[in-house]
């Protein structure tokens, strides 16, 4: 979605000079006389990025600046000011300004400053949802997985209330976990699918946003609202054909109504929950299997460790896609046999070779990532597939070390330094998966062992050797 910009200056010349500047761009613009207005905005509506003249009759614009970050914490503010002297920098980045840009500025300044800020807020975003993340996949078969999912999607979506419902074996929404007054319903009785909102949406298989009454929305008609809800998400969680369950994210004390732009960071969070809740579903299953006994115990880690690649993997690709831009526009001026000076001012701007060489590195690890992920999948389906190995197999130990490394190094890494000791040439006759889920149960029992010893000082050794005509392969 268009990134939406709320700027603030009493001059209306600026004020519409900046608007049509950042529009053109492809910005959503709103425009605001005063520090007042754009409080009573903020109030009503977010936004992605604010510009405010630190300077206007009668306001003091850093005590703004302050009530800003108290309101919207987490907007990006860019302050432009004509008193740019090292002092009132200072008093603007104390206060909560990410930059500060000199008056007067051309519209190349005021678009890079934006660009700069919109890039801190996606990092920021992408930060949250990290740790959102790694709190979700904690423990998935932990009874308390829903509580978290709801605690997370509670920060990060700045929501007063939000409740988790899944779909049970009995056809029927089931409220997992919720907070706020959400949570009063917990002994209520189940919903089935199409009755009340949660149900509807699930049949209906698509997302909504509600910002007006729920009688006045002709997708919900008949049902009534709660009159204290002043906006809010209502996602199905669906699994390729499959139903899942339900997350209700509301705002009742915070005025601002979500957006679309809420509403593509749902989708990125509902799908870490999603994956949360059906790799806690296959791990239950899988801890009654006494074959994959091993693998139900490490499911937790085994999804961490492929969360990781992927995260830093989708942001680079995020990087790069967000530059193709830049470089179709430099390929239409060189189809177009533009000046060679507007080329080069154009692949100065996208940072020339720097730019190259970070869209190489951001496709070098996004392919390291995808390589990580790809070795982790393959270690998996080998354990699930032991019964296919022939007796007669000739496989080399140390892979069936790395391999279980691999899959249970979560469950170490949280307690001790886990140290690889493997020697060369050992081969061995029989069954690697089957050897690796040895291993693998040896490698839990490590890290369970090692649960209470001081930070840091604990330590897994596991060695290979050869002793005479047999190998050895040792964790300590």
């Known amino acids: 979605m268009p990134s939406t910009i ?3 200056y009493d001059d209306a010349d600026v004020r519409a000079w900046l608007a049509d500047h950042l ?60 008193y740019a002297d090292v002092g009132t920098v200072i008093e603007c980045l104390r206060a909560g300004a990410g930059d500060v840009v000199p008056k007067p500025c051309a519209g190349a300044e005021i678009t890079a400053a934006v660009s700069r800020a919109l890039e801190r807020r996606r990092l920021h975003l992408a930060s949250a949802l990290y740790q959102a993340s790694r709190t979700i996949f904690a423990s998935l078969t932990d ?13 990060i979506l700045a929501a007063d209330e939000v409740s988790l419902l899944v779909l049970e ?49 002709p997708r919900f008609r008949g049902l009534c609202g709660d009159q204290r809800i002043r906006s809010s998400i209502v996602y199905p969680l669906l699994a390729g054909e499959r139903s899942v369950g339900v997350l209700n994210l509301c705002r009742v004390s915070n005025p601002q109504a979500f957006r679309e732009a809420d509403l ?27 074959r994959l006994a ?39 001026l060189l189809g177009g046999g533009a000046a060679p000076e507007a080329v080069r001012a154009c692949w100065q701007g996208l940072g020339g070779g720097k730019l190259v060489e970070e869209l190489k590195d951001a496709v070098r690890d996004s392919g390291e990532g995808m390589r990580r992920i790809r070795d982790i999948t393959r270690d998996l389906r080998a354990l699930a597939r032991v019964d296919a190995d022939s007796p007669e197999t000739v496989a080399d130990l140390n892979d069936a070390v790395r391999s279980a490394i691999r899959v249970a190094s979560a469950q170490i890494r949280s307690h001790a330094t886990l140290i690889e000791r493997l020697g060369a040439d050992l081969p061995v006759r029989g069954s690697p998966a089957r050897l690796s889920q040895v291993l693998i149960n040896l490698l839990v029992n490590a890290g369970q062992a090692m649960a209470d010893a001081p930070a840091g000082r604990g330590e897994v050794v596991v060695t290979t050797r050869r002793e005479g005509d047999r190998v050895v392969a040792q964790v300590a």
């Open 169 to 217: 074996g009995d056809g029927r929404l089931h409220l997992a976990n919720a907070s706020g007054r959400a949570a009063a319903s917990a002994d209520g009785p189940p919903l089935a699918l199409g009755e009340r909102i949660a149900g509807r949406v699930l049949l209906q298989r698509t997302p909504v946003i509600l910002n007006g009454p729920v009688e006045q929305d």
């Open 294 to 332: 091993s693998i139900g115990l490490v499911a937790a880690g085994v999804a961490h460790e492929i969360n990781n690649p992927l995260a830093y993997a989708l942001a680079n690709l995020a990087f790069v896609e967000q530059h193709l831009g830049g470089l179709a526009e430099l390929a239409g």
């Open 264 to 290: 593509e960071l749902v989708a990125v969070l509902a799908s870490q929950i999603l994956l949360a809740l059906e790799n806690g579903r296959l791990a239950r299953q899988m801890v009654g299997s006494e």
């Open 6 to 8: 709320l700027i603030v």
């Open 23 to 82: 529009s053109a761009a492809g910005y959503e613009v709103v425009a605001a006389a005063s520090g007042a207005a754009a409080l009573a905005q903020l109030a009503r509506e977010s936004f992605d990025a604010r510009i405010l003249d630190l300077r206007m009759p009668g306001e003091d614009g850093l005590d703004v600046l302050r009530r800003v970050g108290q309101s919207a914490p987490s907007l990006e503010v860019i302050v432009s000011t004509g």
């Open 143 to 155: 009874a308390r997985l829903p509580q978290r999912i709801v605690k997370a999607a509670q920060q």
